[in-house]
């Protein structure tokens, strides 16, 4: 393992993924061409790095980054040992936490930029030895922060709202009050970027009348859920909407509980993409956040995944929450690496949203109960705009 990755800080909500750093750091090894080499990395708070500060460099106070190469160090014996190893960096996750939001960046990039440059340490440069040193570094850091995020998501995630929950009010009555088209409407003018609607096989909330309105008034663009049944995928191949999202379904469950399972039927899958396809209609495949069904999803010709919250939303505990963000944020880099289009849903709201609309591998975001039961107090309008704030301020500052 070329990064040796530890975490010593006491600061519960800094939420990250070992796995997107030790990997970040990997491709920073990759890139400078010393994949050869180890390299340990600590994570720490203010109060260690300044302990560390003090020890090593006379300085009492916090700083960003440490390095400390190895091509410094007096034990010059273990030279010859065939893993060669770069050197430690430690970095406080504190510090890099303020910095994002001095310099309105998002705490990854702040977090990659300091991994790179103290990295660009261990291997020799010094910005602090001449202009001529420092301004090769800056160039290097340069040149790796381009690449770096080449493809990377740059302005906030995108909300799309999930209307069925009117419509379940509207069945409750019988009647044609609230109408979800409406409904969608005022979303959209709220900012919303997609109205999403799942038409189930036994029509308890959406009915085919919502849907083929919606198709003539939605602006932004029109999300259709469904089972991989016959009759939903001829009505979705008629109706066109701009997407479809494939969902298991279950006429005993309240709502959809798991991801779909594609390894089991992906020549099934693989023949409603086909389908769609050749109506130039994108399928997105809502899986759990899981490596065989993500890779799987890819081989069948997915052009989306969505990623399902819902384990992440009802965590018991802060343990269990930051373990189910770790997989989903994992899940997320991985579809992001294997060129799939990654959203992400189910149950999210306006506690939980922050951390996954933190991640630039997410483009948008799926949700529905939460903003729906706030409009019934607030107004849908006022409920979108909290949401679509929280969305925004967590793009900024993570
Ligand atoms: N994504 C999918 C695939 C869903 O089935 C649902 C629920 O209909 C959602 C997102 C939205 O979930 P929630 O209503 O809990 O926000």
């Not at 001449?130 to 160039?139: I, L, P, Y």
């Not at 609607?197 to 003539?216: G, T």
């Not at 759990?288 to 992440?312: C, M, N, W």
Request: charged letters at 30%; one cysteine or more; proline letters at 3%.
């Amino acid at each position: 393992m070329p990064t040796d990755l530890n975490c010593r800080y006491s600061s519960t909500d800094i939420v990250l993924s070992e796995k997107r750093i030790r990997r970040l750091s990997n491709w920073i090894l990759r890139q400078c061409g010393v994949e050869d080499h180890t390299v340990s990395l600590l994570l720490v708070d203010d109060p260690e790095i300044c302990r560390l500060n003090n020890q090593y460099r006379k300085k009492n106070r916090p700083t960003n980054v440490l390095s400390f190469p190895s091509f410094e160090s007096v034990d010059q014996s273990l030279f010859h040992l065939p893993v060669k190893e770069l050197g430690d960096i430690v970095i406080s996750v504190e510090t890099a936490r303020r910095e994002s939001i001095e310099y309105n960046q998002k705490f990854y990039d702040r977090l990659s930029w300091l991994l790179i440059h103290g990295m660009l340490h261990l291997l020799g440069y010094d910005h602090e030895k001449s202009e001529k040193n420092a301004s090769k570094m800056f160039d290097k850091e340069a040149e790796l922060i381009d690449k770096l995020h080449l493809h990377r998501r740059t302005e906030m995630a995108q909300l799309a709202i999930n209307v069925d929950h009117i419509a379940t009010i509207r069945e409750a009555r019988g009647i044609s009050e609230p109408d979800p088209v409406y409904a969608a409407a005022i979303c959209e003018a709220a900012g919303a970027s997609g109205i999403v609607v799942h038409l189930r096989e036994d029509r308890r909330h959406m009915q085919d009348r919502d849907i083929v309105l919606l198709r003539q008034t939605v602006k932004t663009k029109l999300n259709l859920e469904m089972g991989a049944n016959k009759e939903i995928i001829k009505f979705a191949l008629d109706l066109q909407p701009d997407l479809i999202t494939l969902v298991p379904e279950n006429r005993q469950e309240l709502t959809t509980e798991g991801g779909l399972d594609v390894l089991s039927q992906k020549k099934k899958i693989a023949k409603v993409i086909e389908r769609m396809d050749k109506k130039d209609i994108p399928v997105s495949i809502f899986c759990d956040p899981d490596s065989k069904q993500i890779q799987a999803s890819k081989e069948i010709g997915a052009t989306f995944v969505e990623l399902h919250t819902g384990r992440y939303c009802e965590a018991a505990d802060d343990n269990e929450l930051n373990r189910e963000f770790q997989l989903l944020a994992e899940a997320a880099e991985e579809a992001y690496q294997l060129d799939l289009r990654v959203c992400a849903g189910h149950g999210l709201d306006y506690r939980n949203t922050a951390p996954i609309a933190a991640l630039d591998t997410i483009e948008e975001l799926s949700i529905g109960h939460a903003i729906i039961s706030r409009a019934v107090f607030t107004g849908l309008d006022q409920a979108v705009r909290e949401m679509a704030a929280i969305i925004n301020q967590a793009s900024l500052s993570f």
